[in-house]
């Protein structure tokens, strides 16, 4: 019988990616894409397209997210008293 440690392994040391996490979006982003559009789209013809757009819009507010919150860093980091 495994042992609790051995178990949990896997999360607790998870592979590297080497920097290259950001790459996970890509398939998170499509995967939630068409499972919520298989859901709530109301003819499939329809379903690859509106599925490229739920793709872009999530990946576009993620990049102004990001660079908004790069922004607001490189605000604050300018503040006196900062470092």
Same mark, same amino acid.
């Given at each position: ?13 998870? =592979?590297? &990616?080497?920097?290259?996490?950001? #790459?996970? !979006? ?11 559009? @298989? ?14 757009? =739920?793709? &872009?819009?999530?990946?576009?507010? #993620?990049? !102004? ?11 604050? @980091? ?6």
């Amino acid at each position: 019988m495994a042992t609790l440690g051995q178990t949990w392994h896997v999360f607790l040391s998870p =592979m590297p &990616a080497h920097g290259y996490e950001w #790459l996970l !979006l890509i398939p998170i982003l499509c995967f939630t894409a068409i499972a919520y559009k @298989a859901i709530r789209c109301e003819h499939m013809e329809r379903f690859w397209k509106n599925c490229a757009q =739920m793709v &872009a819009v999530l990946a576009g507010g #993620l990049i !102004l997210l990001a660079a908004i919150g790069w922004g607001l860093v490189e605000i604050l @980091a300018m503040l006196p008293g900062s470092g």
